[in-house]
């Protein structure tokens, strides 16, 4: 966990510690639980403590918070953040902003919803995660820190970078906080948090030893000694404390022994019982994969009737609720007998792979490079397509960069970090914040063009256009602002659209004439003149996760859909139906993608390499 207090009052002297403390212990509070459900309930917890604090008079802390709660658990991260604090990934030479580029899920609604969204991930050997605050980040932006860092991979490279900025950084007060996750640190943690499991062996020897010492029986022996190598669950016996006086004579050999075999009986007994709950509980499994296995048969039985497409989805409804049901029995199929362990993951692969054909999935297992970037001459974060050129822009980097027909690339000198880019007809039009739009024509850049700001924060990410009027989906202040093109590359007055609507809730957006705005609940909603008009909901396999980008315009029957936590892309009609989808295992980290003006090509930017994949 990490926090920053502002305009500290004497009474809130104690405030990060208490807020810490209450985060901590309720994560903890169930080990079996997952992160993710522990770091839900933890933020719920947090929410209600400062709910209680505001309902008792205090609110100084309002608007002075900034607190990050992170948890990392075999490289699986899970983390949230409230205010202005900045988490990055440095991966391989690469500056990736996970607060955009993992999945964002909402957790339970409250009164108080200080903490609201949480942002999970997989991170891999050797990534490096930096918490800052926004002091700090703007600091690192500004002095050219953060592509340094990117190249480290270890805290003592770290500190000598820092130290090397010490009299620009020594200006500002901040935190940065930086995690490695090294060779060295992954194999502490496997012994710490993955110790094996080791099966213990059950001994009646072990058990009843106490009781041989106190009963001291001669002439009894417990030889040979019993030992039963199960799969039991774990049971602790304790004997009560028992305030007594004994007097040896006063004991009878024949009661001892038969209180001895008392214990033993009673174990057998619930060893047996243990065995039928066992067998029953297995032979309730039997039936759901034979019931699933009906489902499946029927399912083939549609899937016979070629060129159906009621035949079609019937067989997709059938299959998806069957994948529903046997996906906790994979889970769970590592503890069964070999024969229904076997049926269930044959039956898993035979449902994903009808389906697989239902939604038009194709898996690439060779994507083919049209180019890889070298770190040190470029980091991009964005492409967008101009003719026979892909450009790549970073907002973290100055410049832009250009891969010609023949797939080879230059640096373009603007000395501005680019946020956004559109292609219009004659050129590509780069935006930089705060108002900078440029024009680039003819391989040249041309004199910047300042636009109206809107109000005063106004932080635009998304950028579309239409009739080359421009709209900038403001994610953070919710709104969204749309620039009327007049002529001779200049712009009206901007004015605020759908202010009526949550634009909150929208993750991108794409303008061709209607507004298609991809949301929170991976649902694609279409508005026309400000009002919402239809609703797409993608019921796609494999199931949505998160989805991140959506492109479309005037030019395209199709609209693109980006998912980079299931390294896919997906193309659908206006309509809502699949056309295709793209799925590899070298698209890792997709982070943007691009589309030809004839809709044939899509080019992926996965990291520091680019995919071309021919439609």
Do not use: H
Request: with cysteine; net charge positive.
């Amino acid at each position: 966990m990490m926090g920053l207090l502002k305009s500290v009052l004497p009474q809130n002297v104690r405030f990060l510690d208490n807020l810490a403390k209450t985060i901590k212990e309720r994560y903890y509070k169930t080990i079996s639980a997952s992160a993710e459900k522990s770091l839900k309930d933890a933020l719920k917890k947090a929410n209600e403590f400062l709910e209680k604090i505001t309902k008792a008079g205090d609110v100084s802390w309002l608007g002075n918070l900034s607190f990050a709660v992170v948890s990392l658990k075999d490289y699986e991260l899970n983390f949230t953040k409230v205010a202005d604090l900045k988490i990055i990934l440095l991966r391989k030479g690469q500056i990736i902003d996970i607060d955009q580029k993992l999945r964002f899920e909402d957790i339970e609604p409250y009164p108080l919803k200080v903490f609201g969204n949480i942002v999970s991930g997989k991170l891999i050997e050797d990534d490096v995660i930096l918490i800052l605050t926004k002091d700090v980040a703007d600091a690192f932006l500004k002095e050219g820190v953060l592509n340094e860092l990117a190249e480290t991979d270890t805290p003592k490279r770290l500190k000598e970078i820092l130290n090397g900025k010490r009299e620009k950084l020594s200006e500002i007060s901040g935190i940065c906080l930086s995690l490695f996750l090294t060779k060295e640190t992954a194999a502490k943690e496997t012994n710490t948090f993955l110790r094996k499991k080791t099966l213990k062996i059950f001994s009646f020897g072990k058990v009843f030893s106490p009781l041989t010492r106190l009963f001291k029986l001669p002439k009894i022996s417990l030889k040979p000694k019993i030992a039963l190598n199960l799969k039991l669950p774990r049971i602790k016996f304790g004997l009560p404390k028992i305030n007594f006086k004994i007097k040896i004579k006063a004991f009878s050999p024949n009661k001892k022994i038969f209180s001895v075999f008392s214990f033993i009986l009673f174990l057998v007994l619930g060893f047996f019982i243990f065995q039928i709950t066992e067998k029953r509980q297995l032979k309730i499994y039997q039936e759901k994969v034979d019931q699933i296995q009906e489902k499946v048969n029927q399912a083939d039985g549609f899937l016979i009737i070629k060129g159906s497409e009621q035949a079609e989805k019937k067989a997709g409804a059938l299959l998806e609720e069957s994948w529903k049901n046997i996906t906790p029995l994979v889970n769970m199929a590592a503890n069964f007998p070999p024969t229904l362990s076997n049926q269930v993951l044959n039956l898993k692969n035979t449902i994903s792979e009808n389906l697989y054909k239902i939604n038009k999935l194709v898996k690439i297992q060779d994507p083919e490079l049209v180019f890889e970037f070298k770190p040190k001459e470029f980091i991009p974060q964005n492409i967008i397509s101009f003719k026979d050129s892909i450009f790549a822009f970073s907002s973290y980097s100055e410049n832009a960069f250009e891969i010609d027909q023949k797939n080879e690339g230059r640096v373009l000198s603007i000395n501005k970090k680019i946020n956004s880019a559109i292609a219009s007809n004659d050129s590509v039009l780069f935006f930089a914040k705060p108002d900078q739009l440029i024009n680039f024509k003819d391989g040249q850049f041309q004199a910047p063009v300042a636009l109206k700001l809107p109000y005063q924060e106004f932080k635009p990410g998304n950028l579309s256009s239409f009739q080359l009027n421009l709209y900038f989906l403001d994610k953070e202040n919710g709104k969204i602002t749309k620039y009327p093109y007049l002529e001779n590359f200049r712009w009206g007055e901007p004015r605020l659209w759908m202010e009526n609507k949550n634009i909150a809730d929208f993750k991108s957006m794409a303008v061709d004439g209607s507004l298609w705005a991809l949301t929170k609940e991976n649902a694609v909603e279409r508005y026309y003149s400000g009002v919402l008009q239809e609703t797409l909901k993608l019921e796609i396999f494999p199931f949505p996760k998160s989805f991140f980008k959506i492109f479309t315009s005037s030019q395209q029957p199709y609209i693109y859909i980006l998912e980079p936590v299931q390294n896919r892309i997906i193309i659908i009609n206006k309509s809502g139906e699949i056309i295709k989808q793209f799925q590899s295992e070298k698209f890792d980290n997709l982070l943007d993608f691009t589309v030809s003006e004839n809709g044939k090509t899509i080019w992926l930017l996965n990291g520091l390499k680019v995919y071309k994949i021919t439609n």
